[in-house]
C-alpha cells in the first residue's frame, strides 16, 4: 500500500541543475524521515541525503553536501531533491525511500523498506 513515485530525471551537462520530486502515497507522510539514494553501475546504493519527519534535520553525504539541497512539503506528501552543480560522478539511479516504521532514521539504506523505481540522472561532461 504505502509507495513512493520519483520523477524529474533526466541528462543534464556538468555544472547543470536537476531538481527531484518524490511523491508519497499510503503512509502519514508527516511521520516518516525520508531520503534520496542513488546507485550507479557496480556500485553499492548509497545515501545521499536525507531529512527529519518535519524537515528541521537533514543530513546530506559528503559528496553532495553544499550542492544539493533536501527539502519536503508534508501538505504534498512530496519530498525534493535540488541538485545543483552537478557533476558526472553524480551519475546514478536515484531513488526515494521511506522508513518501514515512522520516526527518526540513519540516513542508511539499511533503514529504509519502501523504494521507489528509481528516476535516472546522466551528468555529462
Known amino acids: 500500500q504505502a509507495q513512493v513515485v520519483e520523477s524529474g530525471g533526466g541528462s543534464v551537462q556538468a555544472g547543470g541543475s536537476l531538481r527531484l520530486s518524490c511523491k508519497a502515497s499510503?503512509?502519514?507522510?508527516?511521520?516518516?524521515?525520508m531520503g534520496w539514494f542513488r546507485q550507479a553501475p557496480g556500485k553499492e546504493r548509497e545515501g545521499v541525503a536525507c531529512i527529519s519527519r518535519r524537515g528541521f534535520s537533514t543530513y546530506y553525504s559528503d559528496s553532495v553536501n553544499g550542492r544539493f539541497t533536501i527539502s519536503r512539503d508534508n501538505a504534498k506528501n512530496t519530498v525534493y531533491l535540488q541538485m545543483n552543480s552537478l557533476k558526472p560522478e553524480d551519475t546514478a539511479m536515484y531513488f526515494c525511500a521511506a522508513p518501514v516504521v515512522g520516526g527518526d532514521h540513519i540516513c542508511q539504506k539499511r533503514n529504509f523498506g519502501i523504494w521507489g523505481q528509481g528516476t535516472q540522472v546522466t551528468v555529462s561532461s
Open positions: 499510503g503512509l502519514t507522510f508527516g511521520d516518516y524521515t
